[in-house]
């Protein structure tokens, strides 16, 4: 097609061409004189309003939640939001368990047998000599019911469910939080970015809120059997060091196998948090909303693990490096490497101060989830003991954000580490006389952009 000169001036006037910014082009940079360099470009005039030069005050403090003390504020705010709905979900579970076990005892076992079991547990109902059991069992195939519906009730799958439905709305919350934090203190905003997603925070909760329900209410309870059985399975502290006034030497002593606990819940943790963010991901890759790397557990672009086709083919178009991963048995996932130093290790750090922090606060607050046992009779006493227990599981819960200080400090930290590798390796310095000849052209180019102005 040929270019009439009107059709020439219809066209808008193009920018100044500079160099590429992209670090694999600093030594082009450096040859290209001052006065094409985005630094020597003349600032826009300022606005007449002060506050719209500025910012609101989200884009004036952008570094506030990144902080040491700040950044340890806004993880225990954010735990603390996620554990109210948390302490919900286990208290629910553990009184319809509580009571589901309580009156199955009643209906299969006789008193030897009810004595039994409150002084030394369903371990040792269950291994009672068949000689000995018509002093423990009651008779007849309702009794038999009653009693294995008492196993139930006190089964790997009691842990589960509670896990199941108050992780759900912890990592959903959790989730909806780190959301509106991420849009409205992103250190790329503008001062009129952070002032639209200031005023349309409650558009942007919603609107993570239907994009992540679906995918986390598929994938934690499936991830939540991990926690369960592990914590079923596992033999727990006596409850002296979980009751009683503060003591830290009770909490981190040496009968109170702290160490012990911490390795268990390091590794089934890493296996819950492993299955389900990978679970999360599958469903929203199939529901479309997923816009990160196929290989990669971030739902935006990843550097260190790969780029999304789409935004790859816009960087290199704008004559950014995309690049492959450097160091693949670090940055490869799935890859032993990087679930080992990307995601074992902050959780072990991040779990004994959680787990030490939990138990301290349940001392403070008289222990663990009280049973529900006979005394707990009528609807007041049944809700009295259901608030007594989510306000107990809550409040130690809310010292989550323990673990989210190590895991996501050291996730960032991490990514930029091999980020910046990543860029050394495509950087190719430039030759004096590449640099002279890449100058040359620039100025060549520029001056050709300059006369169509003027001609205009």
Do not use: C
């Amino acid at each position: 097609m040929e270019i009439t000169p009107q059709l020439e001036q219809e066209r808008p006037p193009r920018p100044p061409i500079r160099p590429p910014e992209h670090r694999a082009h600093v030594a082009v940079a450096a040859a290209v004189p001052p006065a094409l360099t985005r630094e020597a470009t003349p600032p826009t005039a300022p606005t007449t309003e002060k506050n719209q030069e500025q910012g609101n005050w989200f884009h004036r403090n952008r570094w506030f939640t990144k902080e040491p003390i700040s950044y340890t504020g806004y993880q225990f705010f954010r735990s603390g939001l996620a554990a109210v709905p948390y302490a919900f979900g286990m208290a629910f579970f553990h009184h319809a368990f509580g009571l589901l076990g309580r009156e199955s005892a009643k209906a299969g076992l006789t008193a030897q047998g009810l004595k039994t079991l409150n002084s030394q547990g369903i371990k040792a109902v269950n291994a009672v000599p068949e000689l000995q059991r018509a002093l423990l069992y009651k008779p007849g195939s309702k009794a038999m019911i009653a009693r294995n519906a008492l196993r139930f009730s006190q089964s790997p799958v009691n842990a589960a469910a509670q896990i199941g439905l108050a992780f759900t709305m912890f990592r959903f919350t959790g989730g909806l939080v780190k959301g509106l934090r991420d849009k409205v203190m992103d250190e790329g905003n503008s001062a009129a970015d952070t002032e639209r997603e200031t005023r349309h925070w409650w558009q942007t909760v919603k609107h993570t809120a239907a994009t992540n329900w679906p995918a986390e209410s598929t994938a934690t309870p499936w991830a939540a059997l991990t926690l369960g059985f592990a914590t079923a399975v596992f033999d727990k502290p006596p409850p002296k060091y979980l009751e009683g006034p503060v003591n830290l030497k009770r909490a981190w002593g040496k009968e109170s196998k702290l160490l012990q606990v911490a390795a268990v819940w390091t590794i089934a943790y890493s296996i819950f948090f492993e299955t389900a963010e990978r679970l999360f991901k599958d469903k929203q890759i199939l529901r479309g909303e997923w816009k990160g790397h196929a290989n990669s557990l971030t739902n935006k672009d990843d550097p260190t693990v790969g780029t999304p086709p789409e935004l790859a083919e816009k960087k290199q178009a704008n004559g950014e490096a995309v690049g492959k991963p450097v160091a693949p048995f670090f940055t490869e996932d799935p890859g032993l490497g990087r679930l080992l130093f990307r995601r074992v290790l902050p959780v072990a750090v991040g779990i004994t101060g959680y787990a030490l922090a939990k138990r301290v606060t349940y001392q403070g607050v008289g222990g663990q989830m009280r049973a529900i046992d006979e005394s707990v009779k009528g609807a007041s006493k049944h809700a009295a003991r259901f608030l007594d227990n989510a306000k107990r599981e809550g409040i130690a819960t809310a010292t989550f954000g323990t673990l989210w200080m190590a895991t996501d400090a050291w996730g960032s930290w991490y990514d930029k580490f091999f980020q910046k590798m990543q860029d050394k390796s495509q950087h190719k310095a430039l030759t004096p006389h590449q640099a002279r000849n890449t100058q040359a052209l620039y100025e060549q180019l520029q001056a050709k952009e300059q006369g169509k102005v003027a001609a205009r």
